[in-house]
Each structure stands twice: as C-alpha cells, then as structure tokens.
C-alpha cells in the first residue's frame, strides 16, 4: 500500500470516529433529558394541520396530493407530518 492511501486511510478512520463521537454525545444528551437529537415526528390530524398553517380543513384534502408532508395511510384516512409541515411551512416564508 502506498504511503498516500495509508495516509488517507488514517485521515478517513478518524473522520468516521469523529461523527461515530459526535452521534454517540447526542444520544447520551437526550437520554438525560438535556436534548433531543432527531424530533420525533408525529401524524397530525387535519384539524391539527390545517389549525399549524391557518387554512380550512377542507383546503388540506383539496390540495394534499401536491403537499410533500400529506400521508395517506388509508382509503379512508389522511394525516400530516408534523415535521414535514414545519420545514415546508419554514421554505415558504423565505
């Protein structure tokens, strides 16, 4: 092995030991309650949702086949990702 690709070997090894790091205080910090690494996302309902964005229920039905955070989980029943709600809510108003 050349002396370069044990070089970049190293300098990759302590990269991912750096993030591996990283991942592991997160973790350890929500488990103590200090934070939370990665939100929990929760379905809403269309009341919820429609309540977050400040439209009518029924313009939600009306357009959720072009809104990324609608999830159809039934014929019958449609809910919203609160998360995907929020960031799509956030790239609207810049």
């Known amino acids: 092995m050349s002396e ?5 070997g190293e300098a990759l090894r302590q990269e991912i ?5 990283s991942v592991l205080r997160e973790e350890m910090a929500a ?3 200090n934070i939370a690494p990665m939100e929990k996302d929760r379905l809403l309902d269309p009341e919820e949702a429609a309540r977050l964005l400040g439209v009518e229920v ?15 989980l039934s014929r019958k ?14 790239a609207k108003r810049a």
């Open 4 to 8: 370069t690709a044990k070089i970049l």
């Open 58 to 72: 029924h313009w939600l039905y009306r357009h959720s086949k072009k809104l990324p955070f609608a999830r159809k």
């Open 31 to 33: 488990a103590n309650g």
């Open 77 to 90: 029943m449609l809910r919203f990702s609160e998360r995907g709600l929020m960031k799509w809510r956030e």
């Open 17 to 21: 030991a750096d993030i591996v790091r």
